[in-house]
């Protein structure tokens, strides 16, 4: 189990239910250092105080807020602990919401949540509610020193916990609607088409990081002394007529849902031995 990152209570009207939050993800991309390029050398960083003339402790270090150029407000733990915000110890669920409501652009990261020893009955009554009823909880939590939009749903008999951005983090506009602009119906149709012969349940394990298992490939050949060779870059096509595009994308993927059916039939289909073929053949002859 990972280390816990946030402990609290959940507030649930005038229910307490004390949790603990831990990471749900962790990256697995290929980690590296700074080097210097002539003696390969790993860079060091170094915390320098150019008035002081010396390099700085971490326990020397807080944090500043700049009103000017060379002019900063200091703050310290201390600080950020007398700050009056509730979520800090507390999520208070202040309404509960339909998933569909929330757009996926408002997600942020995600984390679980696990009750303590004590709140293990009223943490089972609250994730048995919120499956029954199929609704995000939302509230608000504070990690590391920022306070987040939340919401909570069920995951099993667990707790996934999903920062939120606030609407004003939120950078995208929507295209204004053009009256002028209107989509051809055999466009359209065949458009619908490609997206039903590509519809499939999401499996995520169906999917890898080419890139990562091309740079794990690579390194390997340099740890052993071997020099990779040149990737050939596809250049994407451009589209000259889109309804002639449209029509070999159908055409190219009713071919691999065919041969994906093809595959999956005869994983199922049991065949008769030939033996039993060979016997009846046998025994009509010499009737």
Not at 85 to 102: L, Q
Request: net charge positive.
């Amino acid at each position: 189990m990972s280390a816990t990152i946030w402990s609290g209570v959940i507030g649930f009207g005038m229910v307490s239910i004390p949790v603990k939050l831990f990471a749900a993800t962790s990256s697995k991309r290929v980690a590296f250092h700074q080097l210097h390029a002539q003696c390969q050398t790993r860079i060091k960083e170094v915390r320098w105080c150019p008035t002081c003339d010396r390099e700085v402790p971490w326990e020397e270090i807080v944090k500043g807020y700049a009103i000017s150029k060379d002019e900063f407000i200091p703050m310290t733990d201390e600080d950020f602990d007398k700050l009056p915000i509730p979520s800090k110890n507390i999520i208070d669920v202040t309404s509960f919401v339909r998933a569909e409501e929330v757009d996926s652009l408002y997600f942020e990261k995600n984390y679980y949540l696990l009750p303590e020893k004590q709140g293990t009955r009223a943490f089972n009554l609250f994730v048995t509610a919120l499956a029954s009823k199929s609704l995000l909880a939302i509230g608000k939590i504070t990690i590391r020193s920022r306070e987040r939009l939340c919401s909570i749903r069920t995951l099993g008999n667990t707790l996934i916990l999903t920062t939120l951005l606030y609407q004003d983090e939120i950078k995208v506009e929507t295209a204004p609607d053009e009256p002028g602009a209107k989509v051809p119906k055999q466009e359209l149709d065949m458009a619908l088409s490609l997206i039903d012969l590509m519809s499939a349940p999401f499996d995520p394990a169906g999917y890898k990081d080419d890139y990562k298992e091309a740079l794990e490939k690579m390194l390997e050949m340099k740890t052993h002394g071997a020099t990779a060779g040149k990737t050939r870059k596809l250049k994407p096509k451009a589209v000259v007529d889109l309804m002639e595009a449209l029509k070999a994308s159908v055409s190219k993927a009713g071919v691999s849902s065919a041969r994906a059916a093809a595959g999956k039939s005869k994983a199922t289909v049991k065949v008769k031995p030939k033996t039993a073929t060979k016997s009846r053949a046998k025994a009509k002859s010499r009737k």
